[in-house]
């Protein structure tokens, strides 16, 4: 929640003129009287730097922290626009599908997305492909006049009254930043249209529909119209949105379910040798979406009940095909208000939705397909912006002898879309991508696949990650797992508990991310001399035989991601060793209670001696020392031409090998191995300043640089707005695969002080450089916004320690002279967000 005060402050009696103006034109601009002074006197530099703290939730009570690049300011209005589909509700019979005769309306927002007010040129016309005509009559406007047939209609309020377009079209007024227009068009379905004919209406004429574009004169255009008599840097723009429907369908409503499918869990039930006896686990979510994600003028519906061979009742199913060469080893878990059903009916042969369905168990060997429907008396629908979770299921190999072998199948859910009652109304979806109902952008799939994928196929649609990301968004994505019976020897290696992780390739290469502590105002370019990071690993004998496990560190595959000169240590227990990078190999400098070897490059491993057969573990330690001058892992060159990208952590790969009589202690050769990556982070949220000049009350601007967010210095004058964006983003590995120690940016708080440099910082915003009696740049009421959630609030005075409101003036203790910004919840890896706040140059 965003803490301000919305009051507006009474100007000069001079000004009233001005602020009307702006008022009618849709400014969002707060005027400031100014002082009798001139202003702040040209070549005036004003300067920003942004400072934030956060922490890794894996190491809480340790604060990280971030500094931004520095910018200067000494910009142009932009024009922008968007057309958006915003649904399709069928006049002539509300909620029912379209036929011949209905009369469609084709709702569309149009929006500004430029950084000043401008105004929309709207045509009265409109293009439609299929069995249909622009025609039709809206209800009467805000003034009671029935328009034309065929006549589109717009609206400023959000829909509440609606007005005519002539026949030329018109230009609405100023519309402000962020502020839309809706627009209605009548599209009647013609005579003889034939159930399954796609009907589209099109507002705007730009090519595939592209928004925000430079405008290309047509018939037709939506295009901005300039306000200001300088008019915006980038000219005129125009865009267009398509909306489309089925004849048979209904024309607005549509329930859009996903099926979400990953392995939850594996066991070798102790044997393992074989292939025969392995336990998989299968968890399955239900989600119904709440927003349009297929971007098709739908307005998502609740999830309802189909009839299937079970009961007299309509339910939801939920189905999992159990697995070729798998029976089912145990009773299927439903979450609460759902049934487990069962089918003996080919999966290969029968889909989901007309096999033969049956409470009562059978033999679970016999059990071809698990499902779970909703309990009527309970759960009548799955409502939109609800995500069911909670069911489960367990098969066990049989048959699976060679090795190795994968395990594939695919979940499906089939209902309704709620209050439809057409036959033809049915909703599928298959597990393993993020799309609802399988959208591929014209149909929907009337059925599903099988469910069933035979273990001698190679599928081309995988869920490679087991997270629901396939690339399949048409049919879904199959869920593989891959069994490979162990050698006698072998072994695994991963993060702390979790030996067996796979990273982005295989279980070679998974990881454990971690971040040094980095000392406050550490600007961006600057090498760093952090402390060593510690990481905790985990070993597991998969094999046959009890075997000793050896540790050494290990060079990356790209030497020079790690710099010269690390010093890693490797322990366990009382056994430790020591190794210096020299930017090519590890050299071994010293160790305690090591077992034989001598001590030359990458010998003398740590060795875990007797690891128990069939799954034994044991956890091992490494510390990684980076050397002094090691660069900020968030640096990049877009903060500066001097400034090395870096936008990485450092890796050390940890080999875990077990030994042979030929090679008892030394390198780990063709013994069986596994590596672990230990990558050390230093710092991983970077904060990015940039800024950029809006117009506001001052002269236009004549240099189109200074109207886009940069990080080159400004040159506004007094009147004219800065705009600071702060772009913040964590920069470290995502999660791939399964089990890696990812770093996620928790407790995230930005501090944009004005004041510092009256204390020998940076920031002079807040202050009266040029001693003028006021300070140099002014708040903007309501500027202050962070693109998630986030608690911002306001401090005045100089320092600025005394809370205060969003407020404006010419003083700091009767503006805002600093704003802090804490971020709600967690910023994942690779996310980006923005802080912006808005100065008045005075």
């Given at each position: ?596 070897g001598s001590a030359i490059s990458a010998t003398n491993p740590v060795r875990i001696d007797a690891v128990a057969a069939n799954g034994g573990k044991a956890n091992y330690g490494v510390s990684v020392d980076l050397p002094a001058n090691t660069p900020l892992s968030t640096d990049t060159t877009a ?204």
């Amino acid at each position: 929640m965003i803490n301000r005060n919305k009051s507006f402050n009474k100007q000069r009696q001079c000004y009233q003129t001005l602020v009307v103006t702006a008022l009618l034109t849709g400014s969002l601009f707060q005027f400031i009287a100014p002082a009798l002074a001139d202003g702040t006197t040209a070549g005036t530099s004003i300067s920003n730097t942004a400072t934030a703290t956060y922490e890794d939730p894996n190491a809480p009570g340790s604060p990280i922290n971030s500094t931004s690049n520095t910018v200067t300011v000494t910009v142009a209005e932009v024009a922008g626009i968007t057309v958006t589909g915003s649904g399709i509700a069928n006049q002539t019979t509300p909620g029912g599908s379209t036929q011949s005769g209905n009369v469609l309306v084709y709702t569309y927002t149009l929006t500004n997305v430029g950084n000043d007010p401008t105004k929309f040129q709207i045509p009265n016309l409109a293009t439609t492909t299929g069995p249909a005509t622009v025609s039709g009559i809206l209800p009467p406007d805000k003034n009671g006049v029935t328009p034309p047939t065929g006549n589109l209609q717009y609206s400023t309020d959000g829909g509440a009254t609606w007005t005519n377009i002539p026949a030329g079209g018109l230009t609405t007024g100023a519309i402000a930043v962020n502020g839309t227009v809706l627009v209605r068009v009548p599209v009647t379905v013609q005579a003889g249209a034939q159930t399954g004919d796609i009907i589209t209406a099109r507002l705007g004429q730009t090519p595939g529909d592209a928004q925000n574009q430079p405008r290309a004169a047509d018939g037709g255009d939506v295009y901005t119209v300039q306000i200001s008599t300088a008019g915006p840097i980038n000219g005129v723009r125009e865009a267009s949105a398509t909306q489309q429907t089925q004849v048979g369908n209904t024309a607005k409503s549509k329930a859009l379910a996903t099926i979400l499918k990953t392995k939850t869990a594996y066991d070798n039930a102790g044997t393992s040798a074989s292939l025969t006896d392995d336990l998989l686990t299968y968890g399955l979510s239900l989600r119904v979406e709440s927003n349009d994600v297929t971007n098709s003028g739908l307005t998502p519906a609740a999830l309802a009940g189909k009839t299937i061979t079970l009961d007299s009742v309509a339910h939801i199913l939920v189905s999992d095909a159990i697995p070729a060469n798998t029976v089912l080893n145990s009773t299927p878990i439903a979450p609460s208000g759902w049934k487990v059903v069962y089918t003996t009916d080919d999966p290969a042969t029968i889909n989901a939705d007309v096999a033969t369905w049956s409470y009562t168990a059978p033999a679970l060997n016999t059990v071809k397909r698990v499902g779970f429907v909703n309990d009527p008396t309970i759960v009548t629908s799955v409502s939109t912006g609800t995500t069911v979770s909670g069911f489960s299921i367990q098969v066990k190999t049989t048959g699976a002898s060679a090795s190795p072998v994968t395990i594939y199948n695919i979940a499906q859910v089939a209902g309704t879309t709620a209050g439809d009652t057409t036959a033809t109304n049915k909703i599928y979806d298959n597990s393993g991508d993020q799309n609802p109902d399988n959208y591929n952008g014209t149909t929907f799939p009337t059925t599903p696949d099988g469910g069933f994928v035979p273990n001698n196929t190679t599928p081309t649609n995988v869920d490679t990650q087991n997270n629901n990301t396939g690339p399949n968004s048409t049919t879904g994505d199959v869920n593989a797992t891959t069994l490979t019976a162990p050698a006698p020897t072998s072994v695994l290696n991963g993060p702390n508990g979790v030996p067996d992780a796979v990273g982005p390739t295989d279980n070679g290469d998974d990881f454990t991310n971690k971040s040094a502590l980095i000392s406050p105002n550490t600007a961006p370019g600057v090498g760093v001399d952090p402390a060593a990071v510690s990481f905790t690993n985990t070993v597991q004998n998969t094999g046959t035989s009890v075997t000793n496990i050896s540790l050494v560190p290990t060079p990356p595959t790209i030497k020079a991601d790690l710099p010269t000169n690390t010093v890693v240590t490797v322990s366990y227990q009382g056994l430790s060793a020591a190794y210096k990078y020299d930017g090519t190999n590890f050299i071994f400098q010293t160790g305690s209670g090591l077992v034989g070897g001598s001590a030359i490059s990458a010998t003398n491993p740590v060795r875990i001696d007797a690891v128990a057969a069939n799954g034994g573990k044991a956890n091992y330690g490494v510390s990684v020392d980076l050397p002094a001058n090691t660069p900020l892992s968030t640096d990049t060159t877009a903060q500066g031409a001097a400034i090395t990208t870096i936008q990485r952590g450092f890796p050390t790969p940890v080999t875990a090998y077990i030994e042979s009589a030929a090679t008892p202690t030394g390198i780990p050769g063709t013994n069986p191995l596994n590596i672990s990556i230990d990558r050390v982070y230093t710092g991983f949220l970077q904060l990015l300043k940039e800024s950029r000049v809006l117009q506001g009350t001052g002269p236009a601007l004549p240099i189109i640089a200074d109207g886009t967010f940069s990080v080159t210095p400004k040159k506004p004058a007094p009147g004219n707005i800065i705009e600071y964006r702060i772009t913040y983003k964590n920069i470290s590995t995502p999660q791939v695969g399964t089990g890696n120690l990812i770093l996620n940016a928790d407790k995230i708080v930005i501090t944009e002080d004005g004041t510092t440099a009256a204390n020998g910082g940076n920031n002079n915003w807040a202050l009266d450089n040029d001693t003028n009696s006021q300070i140099d740049t002014s708040n903007i009421v309501s500027s202050a916004k962070d693109s998630g959630t986030s608690t911002i609030t306001f401090f005045t005075g100089n320092p600025a320690t005394n809370p205060g409101s969003d407020q404006t003036g010419t003083t700091a203790n009767t503006d805002v002279s600093k704003y802090v910004d804490a971020v709600t919840g967690q910023v994942a890896p690779g996310i980006q967000r923005t802080f912006s706040f808005q100065r008045k140059v005075n």
